[in-house]
């Protein structure tokens, strides 16, 4: 556990029973300074205290905010409330040296991706053409530009504010000319304007990745190129989710006559009990 994680662990073992403990210390987030924690309705009237020990153990943290929904909607943003430190909701976050400005309360944020951007900016060569389907404030598309030589990365999103903040995001990280943040659905978009412009797509939207596999082979070159498809799969005792995933999209691959190879597929996070993020890496080639 690392050092920090066990600090507030040892200070809310001081105002929480071990069951209140085991439901609480594990379930927070930290975005730039703002902590999100997840409190069950039994501990609400301890979420003060939560927070107060966040903050004693992690002094960059100025403000935490209570998760009172689930992330939900098309938009994926959650409710949120104040619980401690200063009032708002908008902060910075750095990852991998690039800079995230978001507002937790209007736009998707997840700092638990990190590595998966970065998995996903290694593999892009030099000269690619991108197009991020889904991309909230400009997260993979903002790293896949500073850590790999991209031509470009057109990066689409439907909720306004993500957009204008992937645009304040851009500007931040001096990546203009590269991301090409873009307003609408990525449906649209890609139909109207982004027809086989693509050497590589990306669908980090698991909710409708797979109703919208249609419009990321029509994005992709003529000779074919990469999809990155995200899903999220359940698995009983002894099914492998990544194998489900990947036969219920070849099925479908196949029903829309693409030629392709699922080069590569793992889990990127669990999400709840047997409940899991699923990443495919598909090669999909010239018809
Ligand atoms: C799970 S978030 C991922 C955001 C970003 N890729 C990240 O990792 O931070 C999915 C995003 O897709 C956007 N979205 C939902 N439906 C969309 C659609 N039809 N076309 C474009 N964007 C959409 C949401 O507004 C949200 O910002």
């Known amino acids: ?23 609480v210390y594990r379930s ?33 943290v100025s403000t935490v905010l209570r998760q009172v929904t689930p992330i939900h909607g098309d938009l994926r943003i959650r409710g949120l409330e104040w ?16 800079l995230f400005k978001v507002d937790l309360k209007r736009c998707y944020f997840s700092p638990r991706l990190l590595n998966e951007r970065m998995r996903i900016a290694r593999l892009v060569r030099e000269g690619e053409t991108v197009v ?25 999103d439907i909720n306004p504010d993500a957009v204008r903040y992937m ?8 990546v203009e000319g590269v991301v090409e943040p873009i307003e609408g659905d990525a449906k649209d978009v890609i139909l109207e304007r982004l027809r086989r412009v693509a050497d590589r797509v990306l669908m980090p939207l698991p909710e409708k990745a797979y109703k919208y596999l249609k419009y990321a082979l029509e994005a992709l070159k003529k000779q074919g190129g990469w999809i990155h498809y995200y899903d999220f799969e359940h698995a009983s005792k002894g099914e492998n989710p990544v ?22 597929g793992k889990v990127v996070r669990t999400v709840g009990p047997r ?3 699923i990443v495919l890496d598909i090669l999909v080639k010239q018809p």
């Open 83 to 98: 619980v401690a430190g200063e009032r708002k909701t908008e902060t910075v976050h750095r990852e991998f040296g690039c």
């Open 243 to 264: 194998r489900k995933v990947e036969w219920k999209v070849s099925e479908r691959l196949r029903s829309l006559e693409a030629r392709f190879t699922v080069a590569h």
């Open 1 to 23: 556990m690392p050092k920090a994680r066990r600090g507030l662990k040892e200070k809310l073992e001081a105002v929480l029973t071990p069951s209140e403990l085991s439901l």
């Open 275 to 277: 409940f899991y993020q």
């Open 28 to 60: 927070y987030d930290i975005v730039g300074d703002i902590a999100v924690i997840k409190v069950p309705e039994s501990l609400v009237e301890k979420s003060r205290l939560i927070a107060e020990a966040i903050m004693e153990t992690h002094k960059h």
């Open 132 to 156: 991020n389907m889904f991309s909230g404030v400009g997260c993979y598309s903002i790293m896949i530009a500073r850590h790999s030589k991209a031509r470009k990365v057109y990066s689409i």
């Open 167 to 174: 645009r304040e995001n851009v500007r931040l990280n001096r």
